[in-house]
């Protein structure tokens, strides 16, 4: 008998038929007798048509309101799943973040988890009752007001609570296999992980792969939670992260790492150049000051040489698109004294990464990466490496069709059936 934390995804629990094939999920792993806690997100695309309805109302939503009015999608599957779960002859009772004991900082739409004290949640399970959590929301104590954790908020949710119950597992209910050597939706020969490392899939989260969000792999890797990635709509095993040391086959022995574990992808970024900027101490500095005073957090950085007969150059930076606005107005307001001639924006552009632990000692890899690129024709813009990953910038047009190139070129092709995509409008 185990304490399990199960996790489900917006489109596992889309419609209600969807609702109640989760409930006799959850049932059967109650009947086979584990503990068992369950987070949930809003049914299917809630959070988004939220967001478009608040929008619809004010062209700038006070975020306090925005909080209240996202956590409700989490409070209406949470309550429903209960109710599908009793129906099937097992008590469950649900609860909304803050009396789960999700406790986070102050910073609305972007809270970070600071406490998790789940007693109600314990005594829950201690009476034999499955306990029904909202994800992606939590309270900030000294104002009693709730907050949210940023979109995909409800793995760290079910991570932060197998961390405080010291659960066995943690497993994040989805509507693909598992982790995949590429977004299914792109790449139909991805290749499932059985397993994949921490580390290398905070590098996955961070360039893109949104399969787990960035800060649930963080909360994992820091308490060591075993994390199964899986299908609600299958009972495939999934893809376990876990400590790299841990990477042992059948007979215990530590397995030799694979080179690369997968290529991520990611739209959601901006390109901004300042032009004509003069070539002299102090003027990246003041670039990078302005943006940051913006609250904007910047990726990739390139300097051109610059030209003798100016001496000025042209410093480009990505960033998150939805930040495009915010970064370009402290930038032009800021124009006098840094002293640039203009400003491009660029928000039609996606990177590609390669990820892998086995890069570190593995020669070839960039040049690989480029072959394979400039074979497919596709144009690189901006460069940047990490001890186990390199990203590249390119047309957002020519995105998808890099992925493919380098997913094949790198032998990540499987030669079985095409990964399957059960759920989702992938918004
Ligand atoms: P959920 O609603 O269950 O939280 P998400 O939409 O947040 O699901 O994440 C699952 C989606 O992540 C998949 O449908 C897939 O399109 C996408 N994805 C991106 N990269 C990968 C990858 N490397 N492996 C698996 N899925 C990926
Ligand atoms: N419902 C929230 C979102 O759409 C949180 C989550 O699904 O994890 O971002
Ligand atoms: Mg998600």
Request: charged share 20%; proline share 3%.
């Amino acid at each position: 008998m185990a304490l399990i934390v199960q996790k489900y995804g917006g489109s596992s629990v889309a419609d209600a038929a969807s609702i109640k094939r989760v409930a006799k999920r959850v049932a059967e792993a109650k009947r086979a007798g584990h503990d068992v806690v369950v987070v949930v997100s809003a049914m299917g695309d809630t959070t988004d048509e939220l967001i478009d309805l608040a929008n619809q109302v004010t062209p700038l939503p006070p975020q306090r309101e925005m909080d209240i009015l996202l956590t409700a999608g989490e409070r209406i599957s949470m309550s429903l799943l209960a109710m599908a779960i009793h129906n099937l002859g097992v008590d469950a009772k649900s609860f909304t973040g803050q009396q789960a004991g999700v406790i986070t900082d102050e910073a609305y739409g972007k809270a970070r988890i600071i406490d998790v004290s789940p007693s109600r949640i314990k005594d829950t399970v201690a009476r034999g009752e499955v306990a029904i959590v909202a994800g992606f929301q939590g309270v900030n104590p000294s104002t009693n007001d709730v907050t949210t954790l940023g979109r995909g908020g409800s793995d760290t949710t079910a991570v932060a609570l197998a961390a405080a119950l010291k659960a066995d597992v943690c497993e994040i209910y989805t509507d693909v296999d598992g982790v995949f050597t590429a977004d299914p939706r792109i790449v139909p020969s991805a290749r499932k992980l059985d397993r994949i490392s921490y580390d290398e899939m905070l590098e996955m989260a961070a360039s893109g792969a949104k399969v787990l969000v960035l800060r649930c792999v963080e909360y994992a890797r820091r308490y060591d939670v075993p994390v199964h990635v899986r299908s609600s709509f299958s009972t495939r095993t999934g893809t376990l992260v876990t400590n790299e040391a841990l990477v042992t086959n059948e007979e215990g022995e530590q397995m030799e790492q694979p080179i690369i574990a997968g290529v991520a992808h990611d739209r959601s970024e901006a390109k901004i150049t300042v032009v004509g900027v003069p070539d002299v101490p102090g003027k990246a500095a003041r670039i990078f000051e302005v943006v940051a005073g913006a609250g904007v957090n910047i990726d990739m950085i390139v300097q051109n040489v610059s030209a003798a007969s100016t001496g000025l150059t042209d410093i480009s930076f990505t960033l998150p698109a939805a930040d495009g606005s915010k970064a370009t107005a402290a930038l032009t307001e800021h124009q006098p004294d840094i002293g640039f001639t203009a400003l491009q924006y660029d928000d039609t552009i996606g990177k590609l990464s390669l990820v892998g632990a086995g890069m570190r000692s593995h020669p070839g890899v960039s040049a690989k990466l480029f072959a394979a690129l400039s074979e497919a024709g596709i144009n690189i813009e901006m460069i940047s490496t990490s001890e186990i990953r390199i990203s590249v910038v390119t047309s957002s047009d020519s995105l998808d069709d890099a992925v493919r190139a380098v997913h094949t070129a790198f032998e990540l092709d499987s030669t079985e059936d095409e990964a399957v995509v059960y759920g989702g409008t992938g918004r």
